[in-house]
């Protein structure tokens, strides 16, 4: 165990490393940008030592995978953040874990998640997901809404019991017109979170960027930047 703490710990020091240099650049303080360390596929024991490092939000993709982890966890201080398409038969089980969701796209979850939260008593945040590769009105390739859409739902979301509107995130797009333009893609979810917080100026959560793109993110402006190989390593492939 101590050769894969050295490991996470070195992997850790490299990825701040990066954020830094890039809050630099971008002339940003580096309290500014939020790590969420992904540990999805990897064990709860990574996780425990994560944790005994300093990280203090992860974030997981799978239910099935991530509540057992959360459960076997529950006793450290995180943040549990859902990022994966959220079926709503899965609502009432990750509503018991995750402090925030940020794959909300459509009002059906909105309403699910808000009487999930209302029955287990608890406040969950809620991110809009947004794909940059829709149409003004239709759904995106990994799950998300348009930007036209994001108004609609993030109203619906501010009115519901149990819910709490924290803002936007998305995926670099890997086609439309910001396919392999990280950076512009960026660019273009903080226009969305500029015209967002007109309405609700506490959505200021932003959350783009990955082990790839880390720094485009940051010099876009995003406030939380989701880490998942650079600190974990590459992930086995799933049978």
Same mark, same amino acid.
């Given at each position: 165990m101590t050769d894969r703490k050295d490991e996470l710990a070195g992997n850790l020091a490299k990825v701040e490393e990066r954020i830094t240099a890039a809050c630099v650049a971008?002339?940003?303080?580096?309290?500014?940008?939020?790590?969420?360390?992904?540990?999805?596929?990897?064990?709860?024991?990574? #996780?425990?030592?994560?944790?005994?490092?300093?990280?203090?939000? #992860? /974030?997981?993709?799978?239910? $099935?995978?991530?509540?057992?982890? /959360?459960?076997?966890?529950?006793?450290?201080?995180?943040?549990?953040?859902? #990022?994966?398409?959220? $079926?709503?038969?899965?609502?009432?089980?990750?509503?018991?874990y995750a402090d925030v969701v940020q794959s909300v796209d459509r009002s059906r979850l909105v309403t699910s998640l808000s009487k999930e939260a209302v029955r287990a008593g608890r406040e969950v945040g809620c991110l809009i997901q947004v794909a940059l590769d829709a149409g003004e009105s239709a759904r995106g390739e990994r799950g998300g809404v348009a930007p036209g859409g994001i108004e609609e739902l993030a109203g619906l979301v501010a009115r519901s019991p149990g819910l709490r509107l924290d803002g936007l995130m998305t995926v670099a797009p890997l086609t439309g017109e910001y396919a392999g333009r990280q950076r512009a893609a960026f660019e273009r979810l903080m226009d969305l979170s500029t015209d967002l917080r007109r309405a609700h100026p506490t959505a200021n959560m932003v959350s783009a960027g990955m082990s790839a793109d880390l720094e485009e993110a940051v010099a876009a402006g995003a406030t939380h930047v989701r880490v998942g190989t650079a600190v974990l390593g590459v992930r086995p492939r799933l049978g």
């Open positions: 971008a002339g940003r303080g580096r309290e500014e940008v939020t790590l969420i360390v992904v540990t999805k596929t990897y064990p709860a024991s990574d #996780v425990r030592i994560l944790s005994e490092l300093g990280v203090r939000h #992860v /974030a997981e993709n799978r239910d $099935q995978d991530a509540a057992p982890k /959360a459960a076997a966890c529950s006793d450290l201080p995180l943040s549990w953040h859902f #990022v994966g398409q959220l $079926q709503t038969n899965k609502v009432r089980s990750v509503v018991g």
